[in-house]
């Protein structure tokens, strides 16, 4: 079994920053990308961004500049540091993984999600 788990949310100030942090756990042989998106209310889910080994990095337009990802491979996670935060940033943000477990087949995994609002 693997799971992703994210923390890391809440509320803040229009400005302001926040860090997410997703970890996953399990029977874990490899991970490949991984990645962030976010879900507004009445909107589709969308690419925030993601990374490949621990430098290729590719972002939404709304969020370069703003938004750095990252990832510790040691500790099978990922991190989304968010600053200049908006309210227009205000989502759930979900993140995902392409793991390795089990076998060498690489499978995407999804985090249940955390809440980040931004207040005006």
């Known amino acids: 079994q693997v799971q992703l788990v994210e923390s890391g949310g809440g509320l803040v100030q229009a400005g302001g920053s926040l860090r997410l942090s997703c970890a996953a756990s399990?029977?874990?042989?490899?991970?490949?990308?991984m990645g962030w998106y976010r879900q507004a209310p009445g909107k589709q889910r969308e690419l925030v961004a993601d990374?490949?080994?621990?430098?290729?990095?590719r972002y939404a337009d709304s969020v370069k500049g703003r938004f750095t990802i990252s990832r510790d491979n040691d500790k099978n996670t990922v991190y989304l540091q968010m600053s200049s935060l908006g309210p227009e940033d205000t989502a759930v943000y979900y993140c995902?993984?392409?793991?390795?477990?089990?076998?060498?087949?690489?499978?995407?995994?999804w985090g249940p999600g955390t809440q980040v609002t931004v207040s005006s």
């Open positions: 399990g029977s874990i042989l490899g991970i490949n990308l």
């Open positions: 990374i490949i080994g621990s430098s290729a990095t």
């Open positions: 995902s993984a392409e793991i390795a477990s089990g076998m060498w087949v690489y499978t995407p995994y």
